[in-house]
């Protein structure tokens, strides 16, 4: 079994809400990751997690704050976002093996967010 | 810096044929190659892998090559169906947890 599950499947907020988006694996992988994909372009990383401490943060605004509260679970909180942050995010799931750079990512189905 | 250039942009076959994309890395340290399938409105989905110890990989109808000399790496898909169209990110891992995806393919398979 190779599922990433992720809710909501579909957001719409407004500039001043706070919202979370949430993703859920039960592979047993210690590394979790948040991308954000927009329309007709690759997926472009946000942040990882390992071992449910952050390894990566690719400079991404304060107003999304990931969370991972255990090794089955990210969360991604949002604030005061912008409409330009539209976009299908992503999260993913791997194992942390022998040879990091080789573990296959395994994705969630995402969640739609508008911003207006 | 690292990049993953990825051709063609679109691609249209005939449903039977065969259709092919390739890619080429930049990061002599790459040494994972993921290829993914994205349908409309889903997540990206895993089809194939290779490792860069291995120069071929097939699964059925699909098939990944990799030529580590000259950086390149593509995916085959052979008597392609209409549920083939999607479009499809070939990847590079560039360091632990990272990989640089491609600009993606576009392929439509014409019934």
């Known amino acids: 079994d190779t599922e990433v599950t992720q809710t909501p499947k579909h957001l719409v907020m407004g500039m001043t809400n706070k919202k979370s988006l949430k993703c859920e694996q039960h592979?047993?992988?210690?590394?979790m990751y948040w991308y954000k994909q927009k329309a007709k372009k690759p997926p472009e990383l946000m942040f990882v997690?390992?071992?449910?401490?952050?390894?990566i943060n690719e400079s991404v605004p304060s107003r999304f704050s990931p969370e991972c509260p255990n090794s089955s679970l990210l969360n991604l909180h949002l604030h005061a976002l912008q409409p330009e942050d539209s976009a299908l995010y992503l999260c993913?799931?791997?194992?942390?093996?022998?040879?990091?750079?080789?573990?296959?990512?395994?994705f969630g189905p995402g969640t739609r967010l508008t911003v207006l | 810096g690292e990049n993953v250039e990825q051709h063609p942009s679109t691609l249209s076959v005939q449903e039977g044929d065969s259709a092919v994309i390739k890619c080429t890395y930049s990061d002599s340290a790459s040494n994972y190659f993921p290829w993914y399938k994205q349908e409309l409105g889903k997540g990206p989905q895993l089809i194939i892998d290779i490792r860069s110890n291995v120069g071929e990989k097939k699964d059925q109808r699909i098939a990944v090559t990799l030529n580590k000399t000259a950086k390149h790496f593509s995916l085959h898909i052979t008597e392609t169906q209409p549920e083939d169209s999607a479009v499809y990110f070939c990847a590079a891992s560039i360091k632990t947890y990272k990989y640089i995806f491609g600009t993606g393919t576009r392929l439509k398979v014409l019934a």
């Open positions: 997690y390992s071992y449910e401490k952050l390894s």
């Open positions: 993913a799931s791997s194992q942390v093996g022998y040879r990091p750079s080789t573990d296959t990512q395994y």
């Open positions: 592979m047993g992988h210690r590394a």
